[in-house]
């Protein structure tokens, strides 16, 4: 069940955004937050990206500065209207992370941000299922999102912020182990890395 400020960070971008670099300041800011995930990853102007759940642009935006080859798929319609203003050299497409309309060896990566803490352990089986299929051999998955912190400091911080603007799914999330999930679907781990004393994941994997 949400909070009652869950739907308001939606309805008003300002407060979305104020949350968002909130968030942001224990890894350097909002800027540094969007590219942990493609940190060592080669993409070139003609790499294939889908970007999963990509909501209004936030991290579309600095995808579409390394490849134009970039598409954003989420299942809100009024979500993807605002992207295509907010980013126009982008593609765009309605639909369910659960069943990826897209062909088999589509994607060179996907990627996603900070979405699969909305997701519960059944659709996060069906979703890394998807993002298999799609990605071209040897393709690459990479995501940011929470995680159960190791350092006592993040404790109050994550858990405050789960309290005020998350549902249950995020604190089931927290408690899978996301990367031998992954596995479990016929992925490489290539990387996985904790950052605001282990409050946040980047996991990147192979097909």
Known sequence: MATFLRPLSYKYQWLYDGISRIAA?????????????????????????????????????????????????DIS???????KKNVPQADYVEGLAQQIPFDKNTFDIVHTSVALHEMNREELKQIFAEIYRVLKPKGIFTFIDLHKPHNLLFVPGLSIFMWLFETSTAWQLIKIDLSQMLMDEGFKVISKKLYAGGSLQVIQVQK
């Not at 060592?40 to 790499?47: A, M, Q």
């Not at 936030?58 to 390394?66: A, D, E």
Request: aromatic residues 6%; positive net charge.
């Open 25 to 73: 300041l224990p890894v350097g800011g909002e800027k540094r937050f969007r590219h942990l995930a493609l940190e060592n990853i080669t993409i070139d102007k003609d790499t294939k990206i889908l970007d999963l759940c990509c909501g209004k642009g936030q991290t579309t935006r600095f995808l579409v500065q390394y490849s134009q080859g970039v598409t954003g798929l």
């Open 77 to 83: 319609p009024l979500a993807l209207q605002e992207a």
